[in-house]
């Protein structure tokens, strides 16, 4: 966890891990990731523009009946494509069950989920730190089950 935190953690972690995981999780049918030790499964999204779908490997955690996932992209400036692709399209599947999802945008909401985020990894706080050194709020999204198909 401590080196997910450094500079070179989160190269290959953007770099390697996020872009391979994806592949694994789908494989593996989400029992086999590379976070390892983290909660890891597989977002589906479609894409913002383009409609196509797009699966990438998330952190998760459970709060209540909802599961929690944090758009960090490792503290770097811009919100990870996963996020916008599910702000244009928020029905999506998760783990293999389709979900709804809300962005969380009260602060005392956010600022209790960022205490549990916090026990999960770590490394968020650094990754607040640096996102708002590039004028970034990390957004928090909250997944509910639904009835619909959402993504394939």
Known sequence: MRF????LGRFISAKVVW???PYLLRATRGRVGMGLVLPTALLVTRGAKSGA???NAVIYFHDGDRVTIIASKAGYENHPAWFHNLRAHPDVTFGGTPMRATVVEDEAERERLWTLADRVFAPYAAYRRDAAKANRTIPIVQ????ESDAVA
């Open 4 to 7: 997910s935190g450094t500079r």
């Open 19 to 21: 872009k391979f995981d």
């Open 53 to 55: 779908v797009r699966r």
């Open 143 to 146: 997944l509910t089950a639904c």
